[in-house]
């Protein structure tokens, strides 16, 4: 069975840091890019972060730079995205999401996904 499986979401202080996970199973990550978009309440979903499995390419949303870091553990078939200097404005359920293939992770939020994992929700306060 085909699923990813967000988890790592919870409620810090600004400031703070979190580490959301995406385990996938059922395909190998080798072989997608992976996303993390997330939406909060009246906001459209945005893309936040990518990796593309096949070569390691990395993106980031400029609203992340420089306090988000993806990653991926390819023995664990898992992809991580650590969030440091965490703001109010990054409160939002965070999704991830597969697409097969090297798509071009900027344009990431356009494609059709494949696969979309349950929301894990962040919540910072001030």
């Not at 990518?50 to 730079?65: E, F, I, P, Q």
């Not at 023995?75 to 109010?88: C, D, G, S």
């Not at 597969?98 to 494949?114: E, T, V």
């Amino acid at each position: 069975e085909v699923q990813l499986q967000a988890s790592g979401g919870g409620s810090v202080q600004a400031g703070g840091f979190l580490r959301l996970s995406c385990a996938a199973s059922g395909f190998s990550l080798g072989d997608y890019a992976i996303g993390w978009f997330r939406q909060s309440p009246g906001n459209e979903r945005e893309g936040v972060s990518h990796l593309r499995g096949g070569d390691g390419t990395t993106y980031y949303a400029d609203s992340v730079k420089g306090r988000f870091t993806i990653s991926s553990d390819n023995a664990k078939n898992t992809v991580y995205l650590q969030m440091n200097t965490l703001k109010p404005e990054d409160t939002a359920v965070y999704y991830c999401v597969a697409k097969r293939g090297s798509p071009y992770l900027p344009a990431l939020y356009y494609c059709g996904m494949d696969y979309w994992g349950k929301g894990t929700l962040v919540t910072v306060s001030s």
